[in-house]
């Protein structure tokens, strides 16, 4: 069946570095990819998306590539904030499927 | 006013009451979601909703009832709470494709002693 599977966390960060959190997933065709943003006390956000392969999503600094022959779509971000520190939940979608599915998340804490 | 809407924020409840929360959205969605997260498992679907005249079983419904008492609104119940029930519940919503995303409402933290 189709899933997603994040690295586990927490990943801990200082301030400025570089970040990566892997996300690979199991699907059959050609899904749309998410990553998500929860931070303390929200709900989840959309961060980004990709719906075909070597597209990239952008958006606040971060970045993600569909690539379908590894079937990744890993997060980046070139200089993490304090502010950047939350839960990271990769996803993938059907168009007209019945649900999206997501990853288990990943925790972020950035330290100034 | 949010998009997507939860009532209450938080709940403590007694073990054996019921409960409803409630969700509404501005969205014009026709899809809504309920999800429950817990601790280190992510997010796992309780129920879903396509339209007002669909309602379909997610991974984990046991103990969960749900209305959709107009487009707009979509209610998740618990007919009789229990202690393992605690856990931070959220409503969704997409268009009928998925593809833009989901819009998530701030969640509503359930209690149950």
């Known amino acids: 069946g189709n899933s997603v599977t994040q690295m586990e966390g927490p990943v801990t960060l200082s301030e400025e570095a570089f970040l990566t959190i892997n996300c690979t997933y199991t699907a059959t065709g050609y899904p749309s990819l998410f990553w998500y943003v929860q931070y303390p006390g929200e709900g989840l956000q959309l961060l980004l998306k990709a719906t075909k392969a070597d597209d990239k999503g952008s958006n606040k600094g971060f970045e993600a590539t569909y690539r379908k022959e590894t079937t990744s779509f890993h997060l980046e971000k070139g200089s993490v904030q304090v502010s950047d520190s939350a839960v990271y939940f990769c996803?993938?979608?059907?168009?007209?499927?019945?649900?999206?599915?997501f990853g288990a998340g990943t925790r972020l804490f950035v330290k100034a | 006013d949010a998009d997507v809407t939860q009532t209450p924020r938080n709940r403590i409840t007694k073990t054996g009451k019921r409960i409803m929360l409630e969700c509404s959205q501005t969205k014009g969605h026709d899809r809504m979601y309920w999800y429950r997260q817990d601790p280190g498992l992510g997010l796992r679907l309780i129920y879903y909703?396509?339209?007002?005249?669909?309602?379909n079983k997610g991974e984990i419904s046991d103990g969960y009832s749900v209305s959709r008492q107009a487009q707009a609104k979509f209610s998740l119940s618990l007919e009789s709470a229990i202690p393992n029930q605690t856990a931070l519940y959220f409503c969704?919503?997409?268009?009928?494709?998925?593809?833009?995303?989901?819009?998530f409402g701030s969640g509503t933290r359930l209690t149950v002693v």
């Open positions: 969704a919503t997409s268009d009928l494709t998925g593809d833009y995303g989901y819009t």
């Open positions: 909703s396509f339209d007002v005249k669909d309602i």
């Open positions: 996803a993938l979608n059907y168009p007209g499927g019945f649900k999206t599915i």
